[in-house]
């Protein structure tokens, strides 16, 4: 059984950082790309950014270029998400999925 479980989310202040981490279990981690994605309140869910199994590649969103960073650890079976410079706009329920399987999601709040 695959899970994943998101950690990290909270409340920050505009211009801030988070963390994201992702616990994966029930799957050989090191053989597929991970995702993140997120869903503002009343919006879709959108990508945000993916890395390849072995980390060597990655790619974002427009809307988050620059400020965040997707890493993993495959030794560790984890995905991670480093996001700086947070906006308002960033707040939302955030994600990590593999192969079509979804965590639970961790809520970002950036508000002042």
């Known amino acids: 059984q695959v899970q994943l479980v998101e950690s990290g989310g909270g409340l920050v202040q505009p211009g801030g950082s988070l963390r994201l981490s992702c616990a994966v279990s029930?799957?050989?981690?090191?053989?597929?790309?991970m995702d993140w994605w997120r869903q503002a309140p009343g919006k879709q869910r959108e990508f945000v950014a993916t890395i390849s199994m072995r980390g060597s590649s990655t790619n974002y969103a427009d809307s988050v270029k620059g400020r965040f960073t997707i890493s993993r650890d495959n030794a560790k079976n984890m995905g991670y998400l480093q996001m700086n410079r947070l906006k308002p706009e960033d707040t939302a329920v955030y994600y990590c999925t593999i192969m079509g399987n979804w965590g639970q999601g961790t809520p970002v709040t950036v508000s002042s």
């Open positions: 029930g799957i050989s981690f090191n053989l597929y790309n």
